[in-house]
T-cell receptor, first 113, second 113 residues
Framework: SQTIHQWPATLVQPVGSPLSLECTVE??????LYWYRQAAGRGLQLLFY??????ISSEVPQNLSASRPQDRQFILSSKKLLLSDSGFYLC????????????FGPGTRLTVT | AQSVTQLDSQVPVFEEAPVELRCNYS??????LFWYVQYPNQGLQLLLK??????LVESINGFEAEFNKSQTSFHLRKPSVHISDTAEYFC???????????FGKGTMLLVSP
């Protein structure tokens, strides 16, 4: 069966510091991968998605970036965090054809102080 | 462009009462439809999905949703809720030809004794 991991689970970082969140998927090959942000009291905002190694689509302009160095690894980064980057970050995967139903990881709670 | 509307941000109900969470969508093409559930500080879990065929779909824990093409709706229902159903519920749509989901803003279901 497929599993998705995210780490760290929680993170507290000062403004201006760098960020690296990691997501890995097991049990499937060539998945589509997604990064979402969920701010307090708000819905899900799609940040990036990837249909293959090195292929990244950005949905919103911001100081975040994403990379996919390996087939089942998806990384969310920032060079300098802003207060507004605080939130709950979710990684998800789907098969790369068909209905594209997505399966989510446990999330990372990021607090920028 | 497609959109998903969940009109109710919160729905308070008493235990063992019936509940309906509303979801309406707009799309110029055919769609796949999904309901996800999110418990506090966790990722989203796929609750049920409509891909094709019967317009009434059911989950293993008693929820059901009915696809109504003429009203562009996919409302979620349960005849008798439990305290453990307290969570946030998200409706999502994937139009044909797209590889990403569009989510509604979520409905918080609050079940009290």
């Amino acid at each position: 069966s497929q599993t998705i991991h995210q780490w760290p689970a929680t993170l507290v970082q000062p403004v201006g510091s760098p960020l690296s969140l990691e997501c890995t998927v097991e049990g499937t090959s060539n998945p589509n991968l997604y990064w979402y942000r969920q701010a307090a009291g708000r819905g899900l905002q799609l940040l990036f998605y990837s249909v293959g190694i090195g292929q990244i689509s950005s949905e919103v302009p911001q100081n975040l970036s994403a990379s996919r160095p390996q087939d089942r690894q998806f990384i969310l980064s920032s060079k300098k965090l802003l207060l507004s980057d605080s939130g709950f970050y979710l990684c998800a995967w789907s098969v790369n054809q068909g209905p594209y139903e997505q399966y989510f990881g446990p999330g990372t709670r990021l607090t920028v102080t | 462009a497609q959109s998903v509307t969940q009109l109710d941000s919160q729905v308070p109900v008493f235990e063992e009462a019936p509940v309906e969470l509303r979801c309406n969508y707009s799309s110029s093409v055919s769609v796949y439809l999904f309901w996800y559930v999110q418990y506090p500080n966790q990722g989203l879990q796929l609750l049920l999905k409509y891909l094709s065929g019967s317009t009434l779909v059911e989950s293993i824990n008693g929820f059901e949703a009915e696809f109504n093409k003429s009203q562009t709706s996919f409302h979620l229902r349960k005849p008798s809720v439990h305290i453990s159903d307290t969570a946030e519920y998200f409706c999502a749509v994937r139009p044909s030809g797209y590889s990403t989901l569009t989510f509604g803003k979520g409905t918080m279901l609050l079940v009290s004794p």
